[in-house]
């Protein structure tokens, strides 16, 4: 999710402009030139198809990832398809993710030595399913992508939500709305050892301040991510807590 989160609906800057560089924190989400949590830099290009492309540095200029996108214009902010390549500390390619709709479907495709690991449909009317094959060449069925954290229940956590979350009265008086996007990282037993408001600064902050105190309530546990070779391990799940007016 963390690449995602900082750039939707980027592409249509991006297609303006021949080549630009954006610094990143370590959720891969833009941050000011020369601040403190200047983690990562991205190099962004656009070829003369019109595919974007995304090449992930860290500072010290060791390749962290390559991402290459297609969008439709009638579809700007999802890509039709999309390649990403991630790379070891020593340069090696580690797996390359595919992501691309078909058939109202979104499929996954996640490929190491040009073994295909990871093969997952997802239909909006309907769970994921699909198939992990281990190193050891054994299959097992899938419901999700399992190299990222996740909860349990998608239904149970926005049941949860809908319980507990209440909209600012302040927010209320000046109809303001928002997006409160929350990083969570889960260890290898699925319990939540870390926080983040990631778009804390450019947030209303009776919101934030809400969405903190409901994340203190929850306690309905999640699932690890898991390692490539399908060993639990522990990494950032991002999601998004929004504040309509009705």
Known sequence: MALCLGFLGFAGNAEAQERKIIHLDMHFLPTESGADDHTYSKIVTVSSEGELVEKTYDLNYALVSVKKSLFEESVPDEPLWEEETHYSVDGAPVYTQFNYRKDNAK??????????????????????????????????????????????????????????????????????????????????????????????ESSDPSLVKEVERVLERYTGGFVPARTIYGNPTTAWLYLPIRFRLG
């Not at 040009?114 to 069925?141: H, K, Q, R, Y």
């Open 107 to 200: 499929h996954t495709k996640v490929v190491v030595e040009e073994i295909v690991v990871l093969d997952l449909v997802c239909n909006g009317s309907m769970p994921c399913e699909g198939t992990f094959v281990a190193p050891s060449g054994e299959e097992e069925t899938v419901d999700r992508d399992i190299f990222k954290p996740s909860l349990p229940s998608v239904k149970v956590w926005q049941e949860f939500l809908g319980k507990n979350l209440s909209y600012p009265q302040s927010a209320i008086n000046t109809r303001t709305e928002g997006e409160i996007w929350i990083g969570l990282r889960i260890d290898e037993e699925g319990k939540l050892v870390e926080r983040f408001i990631l778009n804390r």
